[in-house]
Every structure is written in C-alpha cells, then in structure tokens.
C-alpha cells in the first residue's frame, strides 16, 4: 500500500495525503472515503495550519469584459462577424474555455460608418483586433471605439497576397500590389505593425469615419452589403473589377460570361433595379432595391442605419408607425379583400362559387383549387373581391352558407404567418 504523500510531495488528484490532527484542509484537498486526498496537480503544501496544494497548473481563465483579442474573421453573416478568438492581450489563449474561443460583432460595431454588411469591412482569414464587450449569453465584440480597434493584417481575396494601405481612390483604403483588387476595411491603427502599434500610426484615419459614401459606392453597397453574406460568398466578392467565379453565379443569380479582369466584364453581377420610394420615417425621397409595400417600412439609408444602431427615438418610431398605418389602411381598399372558402363539395364549380358570391360585391378574380394531375377539385378555393369592405360584408352574409348540403367555411385568406396552410387544413377538418 503506498504511504500518504507528505508536505513537499508532487501530487496529483487522487494521491492520499498526510494530515495532521490540528490540520484543517484547504484549496486542492477534500476529506474521500478512504481519506484526504488531492484533487488538483501541484506540490502539497502547509500555512497557518491549513493543509492545502499549490497548483502548479494554469487555472482556467475566462475572458472578462474589457479585454482587448485578436481574432480571425471566421465567418460573415448578414448582420454579425463570427471572429475566432487567436489571443487575448494579458492571457493564455490554451487555458481559454471553449464556449469563450468565437465572438460576434455586431454591424453597427465595427466602424463609425454606415456598413450594411459586415462583409463590406472585413473578409474571412481577415486578422482583427476588437475589444470585449458583452459575455451572456454569448460574447459579443467590437471595434469601433478605439483607433487601435480594427483590421490589422488582410489577404487579397483574388490572389492572396497581403494587402496594403492606399488613400488614392473615394471610398478605397486597402489594395493588391500584385493583382488589380482594390476595397474597404475597417483598419487599426496597428494595421501591417501585427501587435504593437507605433504611437503616431494614424493609418485608421483611412476609414474616413462619419464620411458618407459617394454615389457610385453607394449604389454597389446598397445591392451588395444588404444581401444576406453566405460564408462562401465572402470569399468570393472580389469587387468591381473581378469577375464572379463559376462556382458562386448559382447563389448570386448572374450569368457567367467569360473570365478576364478590368474591362472583361465576364460575370459581373446584374445591378438590381433602384424604386423611387418616400422613406417611412423622414418624409425625404430615396431609392430603394425592392418595390416598396404600402404599411412596411421603407427607410432610406441614414434612418435605416439609425433603426439598425438603435438610436432612433421613441417619437421618430411612433412618427411612422401612424404613417403605416394609414398606408395599411389606405391600401386595404385599393387591393380588396382575398377569402378562402373551405368545405367545397368536390363536385361544385367555379360558375357556383361565382354565383354565391357576386350578389355581394365586385368580384376581381374567383380560383377553385384542383389537382394538378387528376384535375379534380380539392374542396377550397379564394375568392378576391375588388373592395374590401365588400369582402367584409360577404363573410357576414354568408355565415353558416351550406352548398349541397355542407356548410361552407368563409374567412379571410392571410398566407403569411401559415394562414393559408391552416385554412387547409380547416377545410379538410370540415370535410370529416
């Protein structure tokens, strides 16, 4: 049997220890069954009457708020940069637990400018220096409140090369030497210096923070930056220069046309058609990427950046959730009313359902929905009336209508939010 190691001893968790009747036990040892023993590595030691050992191993140190990392973009999504925590100033990185290895930044924290993207400022495999700011339920950095905050090395998507600083084009702070890549990222003042920053570094003055893009720039961000960044993608986005590859034209909808560079034009990306919009929240005309829908916010890109920041005032957004209101009420007479009629006898046809519901009102458009195979009725179908208050008037009148003996369910059709698939399925109970 081996005997209990003694004050002095290497220990290791499980080693039985030698304890003195007037010893009491502190860090590293517990009182088992079979006796005191260690429970951590390190040597056994005694002070002031307590038992104890001392570690000789790192304890487990968990990022704190306030700690400045350096990370590896590792993924770019829609609104957040996933970086991979490489080291954390002050701290070994091995002895980091693994729900503390990645973190988020948000848009809106990566630099004093109006970026749809993360993908607009960084690019996977990018290096970035960021600054600890939120821990639950996940850690959450950014890079934007200091000037040592920010990119401090990237590689040239199209070719690898590292990239250098340039202030020679509008909107362009980063450029390949060895290819014709030119972009933007968010830059530290220790960009190309790797950890330690010269004091007189002013190379973050290239972010051109506050600075509103020109319009040529913000044309191509406004289509690009706001589309959702699919990992693969990021890679991928070589700028305006590059033709798009042949293995990412399926997930951004253009036509390959061959390959070259400035001037090729093979594979560039359709620009998306611009609406004329009104912004929801400042009144100001702007353009937009999509057709605007009457009752949903249409912001144009400074109250949009305001909304995404949260800096928005509780007034600016009850301003315009009157003025989508009146929108949504407004279009709601102009486009009629859409309503989904359940409980059809299979053998009914669309001149019965148009003759139940026109003594109501103006019909726009009347679909009895059949199989696309067999051709037969699947017992439900829509019926639009021009105004709304006519469809509204229908429902009531038709309430408890039964055709051919079952009774009809009439309600109004709203697909989003699973409406027509719980309609269906209403139908199909009524037919039980």
């Not at 920010?150 to 590689?155: E, K, L, T, Y």
């Not at 590859?245 to 253009?254: C, H, I, N, Q, T």
């Not at 309430?399 to 269906?424: A, W």
Request: aromatic share 4%; net charge positive.
């Amino acid at each position: 049997m081996t005997s209990p190691a003694n004050v002095g001893s290497f220990v290791v968790p499980g080693t039985t220890v030698d304890v003195n009747d007037d010893d009491s036990l502190g860090r590293g040892v517990i009182q088992a069954s079979n006796g005191p023993v260690a429970t951590v590595v390190g040597t056994l030691s005694r002070a002031d009457g307590v038992l104890f050992v001392d570690q000789k191993t790192d304890p487990i140190r968990e990022i704190e708020i306030g700690d400045i990392v350096i990370g590896e973009v590792n993924r770019i999504n829609a609104k957040t940069a996933e970086i991979r925590i490489l080291h954390v100033e002050g701290k070994p990185v091995r002895t980091l637990p693994a729900t503390h290895l990645f973190a988020d930044i948000f848009v809106a924290k990566i630099v004093d400018k109006f970026m749809p993207s993360p993908g607009d400022a960084m690019r996977k495999r990018d290096l970035i220096r960021a600054k600890i700011e939120q821990l639950e339920p996940m850690l959450r950095a950014e890079c934007r409140s200091h000037d040592d905050l920010g990119i401090i090395q990237a590689m040239c998507p199209a070719c690898g090369n590292e990239l250098v600083t340039s202030s020679d084009v509008a909107d362009v702070n980063v450029i390949c030497e060895r290819c014709d890549y030119v972009g933007f990222r968010a830059l530290s003042n220790g960009f190309g210096h790797g950890y330690q920053i010269p004091s007189d570094s002013t190379i973050s003055t290239l972010n051109r923070d506050g600075e509103r893009w020109s319009d040529a720039s913000m044309a191509f961000i406004s289509k690009d930056g706001e589309r959702p960044y699919l990992s693969p993608l990021s890679d991928h986005r070589r700028g305006s220069v590059h033709p798009t590859p042949r293995d990412v034209e399926k997930f951004l909808g253009s036509v390959h046309q061959g390959s070259g560079r400035r001037g090729g034009g093979g594979g560039q990306r359709p620009r998306r058609e611009m609406h004329d919009a009104k912004c929801t929240m400042c009144g100001i005309d702007t353009k937009l990427p999509f057709k605007p829908t009457p009752g949903v916010p249409a912001r144009c890109s400074a109250c949009k950046e305001k909304v995404d920041n949260g800096e928005a005032t509780k007034e600016e957004l009850a301003a315009e959730r009157e003025v989508l209101n009146k929108a949504r009420a407004k279009a709601k007479e102009t486009e009629g009313m859409k309503l989904f009629i359940g409980g059809i006898p299979y053998s009914a046809t669309e001149e019965q359902i148009t003759e139940l519901f026109s003594p109501h009102g103006e019909l726009k458009d009347v679909h009895l929905a059949k199989d696309k195979e067999t051709g037969k009725s699947k017992g439900f179908a829509f019926v639009t009336f021009k105004s709304y208050k006519q469809g509204e008037v229908a429902i009531e009148a038709l309430k408890g209508t039964k055709m051919d003996g079952r009774k009809l369910t009439i309600q109004e059709s709203k697909p989003k939010g699973g409406g027509r698939q719980n309609n269906r399925g209403r139908g199909r109970r009524d037919r039980r």
